[in-house]
């Protein structure tokens, strides 16, 4: 299983080798086999939602008053994605970090917009961790988001701008692309909330009749799982901080007091994960040192076997050597002096080592 996952992402690395800057190459895994589009576009009086079969509809909304949210899923269509950038005259390197899904969460500023990458994550039915990457671009007054596969973490904020609850109607592309970073942070909470189960449950498991092996798996994984949510979550901080002390026209200034807000909640998460780390190393030396407790029990009674042995061993040895004139071979009930003397002795051991609660 180990070799099968490195070999994946050898895979994945090897398709940039050899390419030119800008060449759009999907590292992914997720290959959807039809192109899903859609766009909501509103503002505080309107509201509009349409399923897309092209992505030519949605370059009508481009130059409106109205805030439009166009979102793809399915980043192995590059011609589309490519059609998408030739319109909204994005950068080639975005394009490409778009479609390469082992991206570090990053920001770019440009004049027109803003560039950010972010890993959307949450436990599905197995409580196994997903991990998606997201692509944000946002503009004067359109916001487009670029994911692999359907199933996201949005769709509170969709019902919000559907009933026009909160302030997303009445706010620019600024707080839409907030209001997405948001909802990917407060799923965090989620995963952490989760983890924390997890490591609870792990710990009582820890003193049941769980095998080692499936101690030791449920640890493995929760280190990887926890080094999966590290590397997603930290470079948030950088990204919050650069959009928030931007001074860029596309964020406005009461804006930026709600991108704070989520900083302090990245500050939160990220605190949270140093916790569960540092548990999960506990639960590791807990393994370890009950592994090291069971196996001291074990060469407890094996030196406890061989120490009652040394003795009779030593009678045993004494008596069975081949000498003429040894008084005791010549005598009558010697045999069962012998076994007398040796049940004695083992008796005699046991209850000592059994004062000394050493049995």
Same mark, same amino acid.
């Given at each position: 299983m180990a070799k099968k996952r490195q070999k994946k992402r050898t895979q994945n690395y090897k398709k940039h080798l050899g390419q030119i800057p800008g060449a759009l190459v999907y590292t992914g895994s997720k290959?959807?086999? $039809?192109l899903h589009l859609y766009a909501f576009d509103y503002s505080e009086d309107s509201f509009k939602e349409a399923d897309l079969n092209t992505v030519e509809e949605a370059f009508n909304f481009k130059d409106s008053e109205t805030v439009t949210w166009f979102n793809l899923n399915g980043l192995n269509f590059i011609d589309q994605i490519e059609k998408i950038g030739q319109h909204y005259k994005l950068h080639p390197l975005i394009l490409e970090d778009i479609v390469n899904? +082992? #991206?570090?969460?990053?920001?770019? *500023?440009?004049?027109?917009y803003f560039f950010i990458v972010l890993k959307m994550m949450y436990y599905d039915a197995d409580e196994k961790l997903v +991990? =998606?990457?997201? +692509? $944000?671009?946002m503009g004067k007054n359109y916001v487009l988001t670029f994911q692999e596969a359907e199933g996201d973490v949005f769709d509170s904020l969709r019902d919000?701008?559907?009933q026009k609850?909160? %302030?997303?109607? =009445? =706010?620019?592309?600024?707080?839409l692309m907030y209001a997405l970073i948001d909802a990917i942070v407060d799923h965090y909470y989620a995963i952490i909330e989760t983890m924390g189960n997890k490591i609870e449950d792990l710990e009582d498991d820890l003193f049941t009749g769980m095998?080692? *092996?499936?101690?030791s798996q449920q640890i493995q994984n929760l280190k990887r799982e $926890?080094?999966?949510?590290? %590397?997603?979550?930290?470079?948030?901080?950088e990204i919050i901080n650069r959009v928030e002390k931007s001074d860029n026209p596309l964020? =406005? *200034?009461?804006?930026? @007091?709600?991108?704070?807000?989520?900083?302090? @909640?990245?500050? #939160?998460?990220?605190?949270?994960?140093?916790?569960?780390?540092?548990?999960?190393?506990?639960?590791?030396d807990m393994y370890m040192t009950t592994i090291s407790n069971k196996m001291n029990e074990v060469m407890k009674v094996l030196t406890i076997i061989a120490t009652i042995f040394i003795p009779l061993t030593f009678i045993a040895g004494i008596y069975g050597m081949n000498f003429t004139n040894m008084p005791e071979l010549q005598y009558k009930y010697g045999y069962y002096v012998v076994w007398i003397v040796m049940l004695v002795v083992l008796i005699g051991m046991l209850i000592y080592f059994k004062r000394k609660k050493w049995l």
């Open positions: 290959e959807d086999k $039809i899904t +082992s #991206q570090r969460p990053k920001i770019d *500023e440009y004049k027109d +991990s =998606e990457q997201v +692509s $944000i671009v919000r701008i559907r609850k909160g %302030r997303v109607r =009445e =706010e620019g592309s600024d707080y095998t080692q *092996e499936q101690i $926890i080094l999966k949510l590290r %590397r997603a979550i930290f470079p948030l901080r964020i =406005e *200034e009461k804006t930026t @007091h709600y991108f704070r807000d989520v900083y302090d @909640h990245i500050i #939160q998460v990220t605190e949270n994960i140093d916790i569960y780390r540092e548990m999960i190393w506990s639960l590791m």
